[in-house]
């Protein structure tokens, strides 16, 4: 499988992530400058975390205008998987590939640490490796994580099981003293209305190895390698 690694001026996290699926799950890897427009073949993007353009004006505000989001969004549209982290979860809210915003935390404090997440849903290309009502540790760094959508879009992201992870308690319990920067509904990933397109805040790429202290965020990009094995095989849609 073959996945791509935008880059933006003030990504900081592509490399991170071109290490875990280039050389700790050998899949075909390359970078993806903004300023391109072709996507180079690939069958996943990744948006990395960082801060692109500085986050300037508002994060992910000026990368959505970048050349190659264009055709991200035709990838898209196509069926093509997405993967948002943090900041790429930032650009695909401002690029209307996701709905809602992603507001200040609620204390406006930088946060970066560990965080549970209870994994609502395994019929995604994204979490199908996981166990339904999971919790997993993958850690989070951000200071605009706060989900906030209209609560009419939130019922229909929640009723079709669109809230992928939740921040919870080390038991899975759901309360505000878990919620780390006060998102709607306590989320912390969000799919799209078709189902191709990820966004979530915590880091998946920073807990796929013993040595970070967890490999729970490793099973996001295995999951996106076996359902596209299995769609190879005929297995899914």
């Known amino acids: 499988m073959k996945f791509g690694i935008v880059v933006f001026p003030g990504s900081n996290c592509d490399h991170d992530c071109f290490y875990v699926l280039d050389r700790?799950?050998?899949?075909?890897?390359?970078?993806?400058?903004?300023?391109?427009?072709?996507?180079?073949?690939?069958?996943?993007?990744?948006?990395?975390?960082g801060f692109s353009y500085?986050?300037?004006?508002?994060?992910?505000?000026?990368?959505?205008?970048s050349p190659i989001m264009e055709s991200i969004a035709s990838f898209a549209r196509a069926g093509g998987l997405v993967l948002g982290i943090c900041n790429g979860f930032q650009v695909?809210?401002?690029?209307?590939?996701?709905?809602?915003?992603?507001?200040p935390n609620r204390q406006g404090l930088f946060i970066c640490r560990p965080?549970?997440?209870?994994?609502?849903?395994?019929?995604?290309?994204?979490t199908n490796l996981f166990v339904p009502g999971e919790v997993v540790s993958i850690p989070i760094a951000h200071q605009q994580g706060n989900y906030f959508v209209s609560r009419e879009t939130l019922a229909g992201l929640e009723r079709n099981g669109h809230v992928l992870f939740r921040y919870?308690?080390?038991?899975?319990?759901?309360?505000?003293?878990?919620?780390?920067?006060?998102?709607?509904?306590?989320?912390?990933?969000i799919?799209?209305?078709e189902g191709n397109i990820l966004g979530m805040m915590p880091h998946p790429e920073r807990s796929s190895e013993d040595i970070l202290g967890s490999r729970d965020g490793r099973r996001v990009f295995l999951s996106i390698i076996n359902w596209f094995e299995n769609k190879r095989n005929?297995?899914?849609r």
């Open 168 to 189: 919870c308690g080390p038991d899975g319990q759901i309360a505000d003293r878990w919620n780390p920067n006060g998102s709607m509904s306590a989320a912390a990933g």
């Open 54 to 65: 500085g986050d300037y004006l508002r994060t992910g505000a000026i990368a959505r205008f």
């Open 24 to 49: 700790v799950l050998a899949q075909e890897t390359v970078y993806l400058w903004h300023r391109n427009q072709d996507l180079e073949g690939c069958e996943c993007v990744v948006l990395p975390g």
């Open 234 to 236: 005929g297995e899914n």
């Open 191 to 193: 799919l799209s209305r």
């Open 92 to 103: 695909l809210v401002e690029t209307g590939l996701l709905p809602g915003a992603l507001l």
């Open 115 to 126: 965080a549970h997440l209870r994994v609502e849903n395994i019929n995604t290309p994204f």
